[in-house]
């Protein structure tokens, strides 16, 4: 059955505002979505209801919040075709990935021991990361291969900004140690070939990070079936809170990586001079959690499993179709990554001739149109397709026909009232 | 003034000089070169002046940028030619209070010329970076002048 947009609509309080004297048009979704109340209910009664400590205490508070906070846990394993000790919290997706190459570094500094040994990295060790990637899923890696002496080593793009996957067969060898790479582009839309980039690193026993930001929101996520050793994913782009992420990884990968962040509740026992750890997930969660967004992510993984996530992939492919088709017909419009007909989520980047892209931004958002503008923190991608920045649209299971004809309306003028 | 049109920031002759870029093109012989970015968009300008007897002779520039970025680094190569360094400092303080007035200073033509035409973008502080662009460039630049 088609989502009803209407009624899923009515649950998005944000949604209702107006914008410069228009219905607000909110196609920032791949930026941060909006919350459904569902979401902000969650917290809401849990910060009013059960507020407590986790893991600490013996009073009625503190069992209910742990209780939340664990089930919560469960709901996300389910929901990523996990087991829950495969789940660790996080602050959100740069939090994950600098927490895996933090503890890399410290393997690589002999720390975790014997069994931390098959992440420790040298000279002549290469990390492979792609030239499509967010800063989030580049930047820990050139310093992983700082701190470490290992090298750096990016896949390339063509000029459509398709991997370019005769040189992944060059760049994946035996030197790899990682491979670090994005399910979906931010800026793209592309779905990129996750079996076929799993296959070349299997070859070389090379440990496989997937950046599932863009993709949890709209595909439904198999990550067992995917075959990657760790994942990571940002709560609030697929419905959920600010200020919460998941890092997955295969249990027997995390039980022998060693902590980044350490301190309280990560612990078996505490000497004056050293500590013993506890295994995952715990290991990886010191310090207070956060807790009221944990519960409200479960609450966004419920409301999307409700939907159903392959009606929210169907809609998503149709609204990127819809925005690429529409786009590609208005002159002067180049539209960014996949042609129309070509896989892609409903994200669409694209330039408008003449015209600068904050200059777009700022036309559509007197008309009440929220869009991204800028590099959408992919600079080296940008660089390689030989622009400065782009204007983004991005759907998400709240987006209307009649938002993406407004969209395409408004960007239809643009160039008429900048003279371009 | 209010945020009623769009025009109101983007005025016509705004857009003119987003089109002309006054200025544009580095000097051969410049007496101090600076450069600017602006972090949130990435967008940079680099600024050459000559400057001879205490006057700023003349402005090149190249970058890129946003309609308002350049328009205000071509109203800039108009106004400064011919100016002291602090006859330069008085429009630039000028501007910049413009700039933050929130739409309560509409600029003094005379000092400002067409740089008056960016007194919308007072009411869109998001966009006050860009139109400062250039003009952070020459106050560095200016710097680096004896006058």
Not at chain 1, 80 to 105: Q, R
Not at chain 1, 297 to 326: I, W, Y
Not at chain 1, 330 to 353: M, N, W, Y
Request: hydrophobic share 45%; aromatic share 6%.
């Amino acid at each position: 059955m088609p989502l009803d947009i209407d009624r899923i609509r009515a649950q998005f309080p944000a949604l209702r505002r107006r914008v410069n004297d228009h219905p607000l048009v909110y196609l920032d979704s791949a930026a941060t979505s909006q919350k459904p109340s569902v979401v902000l209910d969650a917290e809401r009664t849990f910060l009013e209801q059960h507020n407590a400590a986790v893991h600490r205490g013996a009073h009625t508070l503190a069992a209910e919040a742990t209780e939340l906070f664990e089930s919560s846990r469960e709901r996300l394993a389910r929901f990523l075709g996990a087991a829950p000790e495969e789940i660790v919290w996080t602050a959100g997706a740069t939090a994950a990935l600098n927490l895996l190459a933090y503890s890399f570094s410290n393997a690589s500094r002999g720390r975790g021991g014997e069994p931390a040994e098959r992440f420790r990295l040298g000279p002549g060790d290469e990390l492979v990361v792609t030239e499509l990637e967010h800063h989030a899923n580049l930047i820990p890696w050139q310093e992983l291969a700082a701190r470490t002496g290992a090298t750096l080593r990016p896949i390339g793009v063509d000029d459509a900004g398709r991997l370019r996957m005769d040189e992944a067969v060059e760049v994946i060898g035996e030197h790899t140690r990682v491979l670090a790479f994005a399910h979906v582009s931010n800026v793209l839309g592309a779905i990129n070939p996750v079996a076929e980039l799993v296959a070349l690193a299997r070859r070389f026993g090379a440990l496989v990070v997937l950046d599932a930001c863009q993709s949890a929101p709209h595909l439904s996520l198999d990550l067992k079936a995917l075959d990657v050793d760790f994942a990571v994913l940002s709560g609030h782009k697929m419905l959920g809170p600010l200020g919460i992420g998941v890092l997955y990884g295969r249990r027997e990968l995390l039980d022998a990586m060693p902590p980044f962040l350490t301190g309280g509740s990560m612990i078996t026992s505490v000497m004056m001079e050293r500590a013993e750890y506890l295994p995952s997930p715990a290991r990886f969660e010191a310090g207070t959690q956060p807790v009221s967004q944990a519960i409200g992510l479960a609450a966004a993984v419920d409301f999307l499993d409700e939907l159903g996530m392959e009606q929210v992939h169907e809609r998503d492919a149709e609204l990127g179709q819809a925005l690429v088709t529409g786009l590609t017909a208005i002159p002067g419009i180049r539209v960014l990554g996949p042609a129309p007909g070509e896989p892609r989520v409903g994200l669409a980047g694209f330039i408008v001739d003449g015209v600068h892209s904050h200059d777009v931004g700022q036309f559509l958002d007197e008309l009440g149109i929220a869009v991204r503008v800028g590099h959408h923190c992919a600079e080296p991608l940008h660089r390689r397709l030989g622009l400065a920045a782009s204007t983004r649209a991005s759907t998400s299971v709240y987006t209307t026909d009649a938002e993406v004809a407004a969209f395409l309306d408004g960007v239809g003028r643009i160039r008429a009232f900048f003279r371009a | 003034m209010s945020r009623q049109d769009l025009r109101n920031l983007y005025q016509d002759v705004l857009v003119d000089h987003s089109h002309e870029r006054h200025g544009y093109g580095l000097l051969e012989d410049p007496t101090a070169e600076s450069h600017g970015i602006n972090r949130s968009c990435g967008d940079e300008i680099t600024l050459h002046i000559r400057a001879g007897d205490g006057v700023i002779e003349s402005v090149g520039w190249t970058g890129h940028g946003c309609a308002i970025s350049q328009a205000s680094a071509s109203m800039l190569s108009d106004i400064v030619a011919g100016l002291t360094r602090d006859e330069c400092t008085r429009c630039l303080d000028r501007f910049r209070s413009m700039l933050q007035s929130r739409g309560k200073d509409d600029g003094d033509e005379e000092l400002l010329g067409d740089a008056v035409a960016l007194s919308g973008v007072s009411l869109y502080p998001p966009r006050i970076n860009c139109a400062m662009l250039a003009w952070t460039a020459l106050e560095d630049g200016l710097t680096r002048i004896d006058a």
